[in-house]
């Protein structure tokens, strides 16, 4: 053994020895306990960032902890390499975007093996590979003969920046969650698959998630926005038309004194389309649909609308309303049309108020008499109904039950639920995609590219040009024949939306090589669901819902026998510098590669993980890591200084011939065994990480002891190898081998604890008041002096003499005696 801590040869080494050995391969082992660890796949943008090495070392030291436990552990990394930044690097330097992507995946997977991540590499993927893709293709034609994948000529969110339309769950505050470019709103025939369709099985599946951070689960549960109401027709005045509203809030009817329209809505465009159209409301509608979407539907932007002219009919009334437009009113939600009940939501109120239109109470709280004469504010609470006709008297949920039986019985409305959900708009009018497998025909309009004839090949490309769909402008992939009628048609230029390609890769590390299918039946059945799945929280109503959308098809294509593809998710918290996030913008980038260099893989590793809870902000520091590659140094010399003394199979001397020093060494380590075990099932590597430093500590004091024991000592550093192994393998490694064991310690067994040992020892105390035994009391072996005399002075027996007295001296001898003196 060397005396110095060569981290750079070690970890070298033993990076080798476990890529020629295939270490960290492993198949379907049938009886073993399987375990499932994933990690978000990484976007190829050349480097390793820490919030990714944040995120692998985490899982890695669960991973390896896990198959320490002798679990079948499938540990898989791979890449989410479709995507913008290639095509964007192609438009700006000109390099072909597959070169520029599989160069960085070549860059990045050498980062993860310096860090010593034990994945299995056979199992990689990269989505851009038509290996990968082609099964993107495949499950959108299933998909499409189901009617899952449809397209729809409409409005969709476009961001000029990244010239392409973007799907609903990416546009974050009204900005593009890629480049923050204000999203605009543009007419489009896209397609789209029906997540919607899964609402209420999406919703309902989160009560099920236990093992999900509760607040990934309320973001779903938001964002779905399950809405139980109902859908009402008012009879228009002098037409067949009528307009259905939906509402919430049904029991309040009787109280909408108006109708309001969203500006989008198909009657306004027909009434603005005939002659004498008021001016005043071609403008308003004019300005409200070029209003930024994010303005419009902040609840703090002043509320502008105008009168149409035209009134409806109340059904259950038959009062006359009046019939509005304004920009609160949105096109995508519900009808796109509302009653207005000004006296019991605040946002009617507010219009009401401002247009002078009238505010009628029907709702008073339970018990309250008489009627407010004129609110101040809404009164959103459900309650008591007045002035209902013959509903007046019930309660809210009575009279929403009895109106929506009774619109239900003469046909001018249904009790219905509506989801905030939108169907997942998936076209990208951009180059670095999946092709999505579809071809216009003249005659038979879209029909699907035949199974047999997939991949549909993404053609090379060299530069990439700004401003319209790339693969317009390529006349050999555009041009094609009609599968279905031979005739000449053109292909689809559209590529999908990458989140495609990551809402099952999980299921393709399972059977990853696989060129007859997506994967068999049998590796998904041996290893999902997924049981630990950990990423950024940023992806809680993306990614995630994709995943769960895409896995419940699966399920209705009979592919999987599964309703919930991830167990237990961890969302890590974010690397910061100087109080903002490690960004290359902010120039407050910590390279890992230069921390690897100056202090190791194992120093980074045992840093990242032991300076913050892991769902918590890990702020960035230097000294951390040296202090950490200091811990290693201590580990690797006290090891040396002994190691000639050791051999693995010593018998241990028997317990009761141990010194006061080694049974507490000895009750440490078990005790430090049993806190990183329940750390590590926590999923708490931070203070795993520093019971070790403490252990290390009491094994330091013991050894540096004269007369400290070899075969005390072989026992201690075994089991602590073992237990760092997960959060720092290099140095363990050599230190396993150093102290004689022929296999790896990756493959070594998890330590087991012994109770009886990690318990602490009592001491008996005896207690003495001026001078006189009075009491005796129990204390753990490792009590302070202040600790005695707490324990002295809390003793009731104790408590009885110095009642009423002034205690004037306390003197403790350690570990045996507290000596009370009072007086009076
Ligand atoms: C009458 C009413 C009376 C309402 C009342 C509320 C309170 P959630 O819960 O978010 O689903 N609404 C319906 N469609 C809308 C649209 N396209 N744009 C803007 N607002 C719309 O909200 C449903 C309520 O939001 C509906 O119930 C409707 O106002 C409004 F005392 O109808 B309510
Ligand atoms: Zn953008």
């Given at each position: 053994m060397k005396e110095r801590y060569d981290f750079q040869a070690i970890e070298r080494k033993w990076q080798q020895d476990w890529e020629r050995n295939e270490i960290y391969g492993v198949s379907e082992v049938p009886g073993a306990r399987k375990h499932y660890v994933l990690e978000m796949l990484p976007y190829p943008s050349g480097a390793l960032h820490m919030g990714h090495i944040r995120n692998y070392s985490l899982g890695d030291s669960v991973a390896r902890y896990q198959r320490m436990r002798g679990r079948n552990v499938l540990h898989p990394l791979g890449w989410d390499?479709?995507?913008?930044p290639a095509e964007n690097a192609a438009i700006q330097h000109g390099v072909p975007p597959e070169k520029w992507t599989l160069e960085n995946i070549s860059k990045m997977k050498d980062q993860c093996k310096r860090m010593g991540f034990?994945?299995?590499?056979?199992?990689e993927i990269a989505t851009c590979l038509p290996e990968y893709y082609r099964w993107n293709q495949w499950f959108f034609i299933q998909m499409h003969r189901r009617g899952l994948a449809y397209s729809k000529k409409g409005p969709v969110n476009w961001c000029e920046r990244c010239q392409t339309v973007l799907a609903n769950e990416q546009v974050v505050n009204g900005l593009c969650?890629?480049?923050d470019t204000p999203v605009m709103q543009k007419d489009l025939a896209q397609w789209y698959l029906a997540i919607t369709r899964y609402a209420e099985e999406l919703l309902q599946g989160l009560d099920g998630?236990?093992?999900?951070p509760e607040k990934v689960r309320t973001m779903q549960r938001n964002w779905i926005g399950k809405s139980v109401g109902a859908k009402v027709r008012f009879p228009l005045e002098e037409s067949d038309a009528g307009i259905e509203v939906f509402t919430t809030?049904?029991?309040t009817i009787f109280g909408a004194t108006f109708l309001v329209l969203a500006p989008e809505h198909p009657l306004i465009a027909d009434w603005l389309g005939?002659?004498?159209?008021?001016e005043e409301l071609t403008l308003m509608v004019e300005q409200a649909r070029s209003q930024d979407r994010r303005i419009r539907t902040d609840e703090a932007t002043e509320k502008v609308g105008a009168f149409t002219g035209r009134f409806a009919q109340n059904?259950?009334?038959?009062e006359r309303v009046p019939v509005w437009t304004a920009?609160?009113?949105?096109?995508?939600?519900?009808?796109?049309?509302i009653m207005a009940v000004p006296a019991h939501d605040h946002r009617d109120f507010e219009f009401s108020h401002k247009y002078q239109l009238p505010v009628r109470t029907v709702i008073v709280s339970n018990g309250e008499q008489g009627l407010p004469?004129?609110?101040?504010?809404?009164?959103t609470e459900p309650g008591v109904l007045v002035?209902?006709?013959?509903?007046?008297?019930?309660t809210s949920q009575q009279a929403q039950q009895a109106m929506g039986e009774l619109a239900e019985r003469e046909g001018f409305g249904a009790r219905t639920v509506t989801y905030r959900l939108r169907d997942w708009?998936?076209?990208?009018?951009?180059?670095?995609g999946t092709p999505i497998p579809i071809i216009h025909c003249p005659q038979c309009g879209a029909v699907p590219v035949p199974?047999?004839?997939?991949?549909?090949l993404l053609p090379k490309m060299e530069g990439v040009q700004m401003g319209?769909?790339?693969?317009?402008?390529?006349p050999e992939f555009v041009?094609?024949?009609?599968?279905?009628?031979?005739?000449p048609a053109r292909r689809e230029t559209d590529t999908m939306d990458t989140f495609v390609d990551s809402s099952w890769y999980f299921f393709r590390?399972?059977?990853?090589?696989?060129?007859?299918?997506?994967?068999?039946p049998e590796p998904v059945k041996y290893w999902m669901p997924v049981d630990l799945y950990i990423g950024?929280?940023?992806?809680?109503?993306l990614h995630l819902i994709y995943m769960r959308f895409f896995s419940k098809v699966m399920r209705d294509l009979e592919l999987?026998?599964?309703?919930?593809?991830?167990?237990r998710l961890f969302t890590q918290g974010m690397v910061i510098k100087d109080g903002a996030k490690m960004s290359k913008s902010l120039g407050n980038v910590v390279s890992p590669d230069e921390i690897v260099r100056e202090f190791g893989a194992d120093s980074l590793r045992l840093f990242i993980q032991f300076?913050?809870?892991?769902d918590g902000e890990l702020e960035w520091n230097d000294k951390g890591v040296e202090g950490c590659s200091r811990f290693l140094k201590r580990l690797w010399r006290v090891v040396f200084q002994f190691h000639q003394g050791l051999r693995p199979a010593q018998d241990f001397p028997h317990f009761d011939q141990l010194s006061d020093a080694e049974r507490k060494v000895l009750r440490k380590l078990h005790q430090t065994i049993q806190k990183v075990t329940a750390d590590l099932e926590r999923f708490h590597q931070n203070t795993a990480v520093a019971a070790l430093m403490e252990l290390l500590n009491a094994v330091t004091e013991y050894a540096d002891q004269?007369?400290?024991r070899p075969e005390v000592l072989s026992q201690m550093f075994d089991p602590m190898v073992r237990l760092l192994a997960p959060f720092t393998p290099h140095i363990c490694e050599e230190l396993w081998r150093e102290l004689?064991?022929?296999?790896s310690v990756v493959n070594a067994a998890w330590p087991a604890y012994d109770p009886q040992l990690a318990r602490e020892e009592e001491i008996e105390i005896v207690v003495q008041i001026n001078g006189r035994v009075r009491a005796r009391v129990g204390a753990p072996a490792e009590v302070t002096l202040e600790g005695m005399k707490e324990l002295a002075l809390a003793d009731p027996r104790v408590q009885d003499f110095v009642?009423?007295?002034?205690?004037r001296k306390v003197i403790a001898v350690p570990g045996k005696l507290v000596n009370i003196v009072i007086s009076g």
């Open positions: 390499a479709f995507g913008l034990s994945y299995d590499w056979a199992r969650w890629r480049c998630l236990t093992q999900w809030r049904l029991d005939q002659a004498g159209a008021p059904p259950f009334s038959g920009n609160f009113v949105l096109m995508e939600y519900g009808t796109g049309a004469d004129r609110p101040t504010e809404a009164m002035d209902s006709g013959l509903y007046s008297g019930m708009g998936i076209s990208r009018q951009r180059y670095w199974e047999e004839e997939l991949p549909v319209g769909s790339p693969l317009q402008k390529v041009q094609a024949d009609c599968p279905r009628c031979g005739a590390y399972a059977d990853p090589r696989n060129d007859s299918r997506p994967y068999g950024g929280v940023e992806h809680a109503v999987v026998d599964l309703e919930e593809p991830v167990k300076c913050a809870p892991p004269d007369g400290a004689g064991h022929e296999g009642q009423g007295k002034d205690v």
